[in-house]
């Protein structure tokens, strides 16, 4: 149920930074903007979209009286590794899971098909080394 | 104007990940392994959320323009090039490694735990690095 709940509100938020500001719902893009491009015209609005999604938690906290699930698998140098790793793949892939994955497809975008593919299927890959193969 | 929508669409855009679990490196993770732990309630996250951005995207595109702009930015390439492919397996390779993409470590930002933030800083380290190799890429001369 709170699966549903949650794409359905991704969904409203993708639809509602296209209808409201005509852009895609890329968060990668989206932070990207806002870090390397202090001076652009686009920065203000990408800034207060970040802030929006870091005080979701809190929102969450208020209304179901806990905090949302967490827990983080590996180490911190894992963490950075695959921090790094997720940086130069979402920028020369063009995109991550909400840009590709979700307001991509939506527009049946070709490249967007085939990144998604592309990126679920790696990452399936990857924990079926990491956890039955090398780890287990 | 728009920067309090854009507050508000960041507010639903990160309870929807929160909500859903997509905060939760763990859950992610299970989610990939299917021939282990298997956790397919994520399917249910991505297909609802693609389902109603793309009736969403209908009603929107049919009014014409956005309430607060302009015009659409939409990308137009539909090419499939090598950075494309390239990068989206990167991508996947690391989302495997550790169960974080960008849409869920920003909201995971605000549980004031230190863990995303490390995440974070390495992933935009990692996106300095990749433009700037993209800009040396571009200046230099093609060869064969």
Avoid: Q
């Amino acid at each position: 149920m709170s699966a549903v709940v949650g794409g359905v509100l991704i969904g409203l938020g993708a639809v509602m930074a296209m209808g409201l500001m005509g852009r895609i719902a890329g968060i990668s893009g989206i932070l990207a903007g806002t870090v390397f491009s202090p001076s652009d015209r686009e920065w203000s609005w990408r800034a207060a979209f970040l802030a929006g999604m870091v005080v979701a938690p809190t929102f969450y906290t208020l209304a179901m009286g806990h905090s949302p699930e967490f827990e983080m698998p590996g180490t911190t140098m894992l963490s950075i590794l695959s921090g790094l790793i997720v940086g130069v793949g979402v920028t020369f892939g063009a995109g991550c899971a909400s840009g590709h994955g979700v307001c991509g497809l939506a527009r049946l975008s070709p490249r967007s098909l085939i990144a998604t593919g592309v990126f679920m299927a790696v990452a399936i890959a990857t924990v079926f080394v990491t956890r039955h193969v090398i780890g287990g | 104007m728009r920067n309090i929508a854009a507050l508000a669409t960041g507010l639903v855009f990160g309870l929807g990940m929160t909500v859903s679990g997509m905060i939760n490196p763990a859950k992610v993770l299970n989610f990939f392994d299917i021939a282990g732990a298997w956790d397919p309630s994520l399917a249910l996250v991505m297909g609802s959320a693609l389902i109603t951005t793309a009736i969403g995207y209908r009603i929107v595109f049919a009014k014409g323009a956005p309430l607060l702009t302009g015009r659409f930015e939409l990308p137009t390439r539909k090419d499939i090039d090598m950075p494309l492919v390239a990068g989206s397996a990167v991508y996947g390779l690391g989302w495997g490694l550790i169960g974080y993409c960008p849409g869920g470590v920003v909201p995971a930002l605000g549980l004031g735990r230190p863990e995303p933030w490390i995440f974070t800083a390495a992933l935009v380290a990692g996106m300095a690095a990749a433009r700037f190799a993209r800009t040396r890429m571009v200046a230099a001369p093609a060869r064969g």
